[in-house]
T-cell receptor
Framework: NAGVMQNPRHLVRRRGQEARLRCSPVKGHSHVYWYRQLPEEGLKFMVYLQKENIIDESGMPKERFSAEFPKEGPSILRIQQVVRGDSAAYFC??????????????FGEGSWLTVV | AQSVSQHNHHVILSEAASLELGCNYSYGGTVNLFWYVQYPGQHLQLLLKYFSGDPLVKGIKGFEAEFIKSKFSFNLRKPSVQWSDTAEYFCAALGGTDKLIFGTGTRLQVFP
């Protein structure tokens, strides 16, 4: 399966703990997006990254949330000191952002975070 | 700012009925448009996409969408829905910001 891989698929954390969500993009894709889907809501853009570079983080909450996409390894979305309101599905997507690859963005299966 | 509007929040149909889901975007430049489907508890799957060329785009599972530039619209259609089409449908636009912006989604329920 050469698609976008996210893990863990389901994560339960107590309030105050940290959550780390990982995303491996489609092989050869250099751009990664993170979206959050709250219950009964649509998908909200959080952050757009290129390897070793944050391109747009305008959708990221100002505190507790951070994202990275290192030169080697998966992209990580990190949520510190989680609160109940962080419970949501977090979707990662990747794009080749090349002329040949076009602008199609492929989504992973999501990571469901539950904060208890 | 770039935005996507889906005016139908919840649509209920009987099997074999025709479907049209509205999608309007606001962006004056070149835009790429997408429809994604999300079945209950699952991830998003791409139904179809429009980059350029023929404004009538055919996708998977019998869906199609028409890009009408003058109306800033990209409505999704299917002539005859099935129970298995029950899902949430998201319209999305990719413009100059490189951010894929989603509409709020339309929940479709199809009854046998």
């Amino acid at each position: 399966n050469a698609g976008v891989m996210q893990n863990p698929r389901h994560l339960v954390r107590r309030r105050g703990q940290e959550a780390r969500l990982r995303c491996s993009p489609v092989k050869g894709h250099s751009h990664v997006y993170w979206y959050r889907q709250l219950p009964e809501e649509g998908l909200k853009f959080m952050v757009y990254l290129q390897k070793e570079n944050i391109i747009d983080e305008s959708g990221m909450p100002k505190e507790r949330f951070s994202a990275e996409f290192p030169k080697e390894g998966p992209s990580i979305l990190r949520i510190q000191q989680v609160v109940r309101g962080d419970s949501a599905a977090y979707f990662c997507a990747s794009s080749p952002r090349s002329r040949n690859g076009g602008n199609t963005i492929y989504f992973g299966e999501g990571s469901w975070l539950t904060v208890v | 700012a770039q935005s996507v509007s889906q005016h139908n929040h919840h649509v209920i149909l009987s099997e074999a009925a025709s479907l049209e889901l509205g999608c309007n975007y606001s962006y004056g430049g070149t835009v790429n448009l997408f429809w994604y489907v999300q079945y209950p508890g699952q991830h998003l799957q791409l139904l179809l996409k429009y980059f350029s060329g023929d404004p009538l785009v055919k996708g998977i599972k019998g869906f199609e969408a028409e890009f009408i530039k003058s109306k800033f619209s990209f409505n999704l259609r299917k002539p005859s829905v099935q129970w298995s089409d029950t899902a949430e449908y998201f319209c999305a636009a990719l413009g100059g910001t490189d951010k894929l912006i989603f509409g709020t989604g339309t929940r479709l329920q199809v009854f046998p």
